[in-house]
């Protein structure tokens, strides 16, 4: 959801998802001299609250640290950016940010002028689409601030529930929730997964066949993820007569869906990045996504019944481009469009790089590993726009010669030790057993911020073997705003996050200057906002020429 306001010679832009609202300041460039920063009061109408929200960054000599990771009001410590993310919103609240310039000298600070923006962020549930987020960056001060860095495992009950739940941030409680959504014997569950393990989604499954008489029947791999698979299985004594091996994969079977029917009619699929595991739930970053269209539901349940009969790859390469045929990226249409995998051919994976070279403004793209040859070509060009991605670490498959200044690749990572003013963090690899540590998410969003944005996300990490020989679904959602405002959102959310570390340890290599000190002279922070070819100024005039 998007806003605009404009008061007092200052004009403030708004996007708001479910876990961010992204706020955007313009001013006359010669207004700004002496400019301190921005102070960001929030009043949220929905849980009557009114403050100043909070900060990193102080202006040096004007605090008394207490402890590291200690936040200081904006009132006081400004924010020097043209561009503000607020990460604490919640669904379906009304805030009103009002933005005031500072000026003066740290200890002597003015105010100017202010511009206050009411905004609304949506639910969860778009009419065709729901999407819940984790938290995904166990590894940082909040959590080291929470809980101390302790395991889950190595909590008290209550302690563990608290944070479990903080992790989760809805993704859990979604996931349980479509299961108990087959209320009794009139409903159908039908699933593919590749890691089914984490033992109260196994239960809920179980209660669903035992205690409501619903129909269920589990698809899951037995390749690369037998052993673990059919321990939790045979620890959660599921019934056999709900599960189905999938064995005649070549490489592995890594879809993560579920289909919901009423009277053997599909109606509504959970689908996106996670596995059912603790660290797939609570650890690394990860999307549970709900498609609420029947035509969609029909296809997932062509495809989960070819799945069903353990087939050899030619039989299903035939089926998948039965249920989809392959499309050029000019082909796709406005709506919701989904491709199964293995597939005969690797042609989607053109155009999927065909849609990152026809971007005209912005690429945002989050993957786990590498990607196909032809999508790192796309990644790597030399262009105007800017492009955004996040990879869960770098190693030789992932690291890209880039010479653009607008292509920035940020990896996953964490403050091993405590750093400038931070806390000591630990990662999803030190809480949970097994997986990636950071980015798991499938994720590359197009132009997000046009009227006609593209959202692709599912289980495939764009990668050749997810094509040709994988079991895998992926997911093309063309020209919904609203839900391209919540990818988004949460995008920005965790690229920032390590974006900072990665930065941030940088810094401890090239200079001595702690980047949690503010600047005292405007001349220090805010020309590159007004400057055309600096990426702060590129996505300044993204904010500022987006239509509301």
């Not at 050029?328 to 051919?345: D, L, Q, W, Y």
């Not at 922070?525 to 300044?540: D, E, I, S």
Request: a positive charge; hydrophobic letters at 35%; aromatic letters at 12%.
């Amino acid at each position: 959801m998007r806003f605009r306001n404009t008061q007092n010679g200052l004009t403030v832009t708004a996007i708001c998802g479910t876990t961010c609202c992204l706020l955007s300041f313009d001013m006359d460039v010669n207004k700004t001299k002496g400019l301190l920063g921005f102070a960001i009061e929030r009043e949220d109408k929905t849980e009557h609250e009114k403050y100043f929200l909070k900060g990193f960054k102080y202006f040096e000599g004007t605090e008394s640290r207490t402890d590291n990771g200690q936040l200081f009001t904006t009132f006081e410590q400004p924010i020097q950016s043209f561009l503000w993310e607020d990460f604490t919103v919640k669904e379906k609240h009304q805030y009103i940010y009002t933005i005031i310039p500072v000026f003066g000298k740290p200890k002597l600070l003015k105010y100017g002028k202010s511009c206050a923006i009411t905004v609304n962020t949506p639910t969860n549930k778009l009419a065709e689409h729901e999407v819940y987020f984790n938290r995904g960056v166990a590894g940082s001060n909040a959590y080291a601030s929470k809980f101390k860095n302790k395991k889950p495992s190595e909590m008290n009950p209550d302690e563990q529930q608290k944070a479990l739940q903080w992790l989760s941030r809805g993704l859990f409680e979604a996931l349980i929730g479509f299961v108990e959504s087959a209320a009794d014997s009139n409903y159908q569950l039908r699933a593919a997964l590749y890691e089914f393990e984490y033992p109260p989604v196994l239960e809920a499954f179980k209660k669903a066949f035992e205690e409501r008489n619903v129909d269920v029947q589990i698809v899951y791999d037995s390749v690369g993820q037998k052993e673990k698979n059919e321990h939790a299985i045979s620890t959660a004594n599921l019934p056999e007569s709900i599960l189905t091996p999938r064995n005649n994969v070549p490489n592995i079977s890594h879809n993560k869906f579920i289909i919901l029917l009423k009277n053997n009619k599909p109606i509504t699929v959970w689908t996106g990045s996670t596995n059912i595991t603790e660290k797939g739930i609570f650890g690394q970053c990860n999307t549970g996504h709900i498609i609420k269209n029947e035509a969609i539901a029909q296809k997932y349940f062509e495809y989960w019944k070819c799945l069903h009969s353990d087939p050899e790859q030619a039989i299903i390469k035939n089926k998948t481009s039965e249920i989809q045929k392959e499309l050029k990226a000019e082909e796709i249409p406005n709506g919701t469009s989904v491709f199964f995998s293995p597939r005969k051919t690797k042609d989607i994976l053109k155009t999927y790089s065909d849609f990152l070279n026809n971007s005209n403004s912005l690429i945002c793209g989050m993957f786990p590993f590498s990607f196909n040859k032809l999508i790192k070509e796309a990644v790597v060009r030399q262009t105007d726009q800017l492009k955004y991605i996040l990879i869960d670490k770098q190693d030789k498959n992932t690291t890209f010669v880039n010479n653009d200044f607008d292509n920035v690749i940020v990896y996953g990572g964490y403050f091993k030790e405590p750093l400038f003013d931070w806390l000591k963090e630990t990662s999803a690899g030190s809480l949970f057993k097994s997986g990636t540590n950071f980015i798991h998410n499938k994720i590359v969003l197009i132009d997000p911020m046009s009227e006609n944005p593209i959202v692709i996300i599912g289980s495939a990490n764009f990668s050749d073997n997810s094509i040709s020989n994988n079991d895998e679904n992926t997911v093309i959602i063309k020209g919904n705003k609203d839900l391209a405002d919540m990818y988004l959102t949460e995008f920005v959310r965790v690229f920032n996050h390590y974006y900072v570390r990665q930065i941030a340890k940088k810094m401890t290599q090239t200079n001595n200057r702690n980047p949690l000190h503010l600047f005292t002279d405007s001349k220090d922070w805010v020309p590159a906002f007004y400057k055309a070819n600096t990426l702060k100024g590129k996505r300044k005039k993204l904010y500022d020429t987006m239509l509301v």
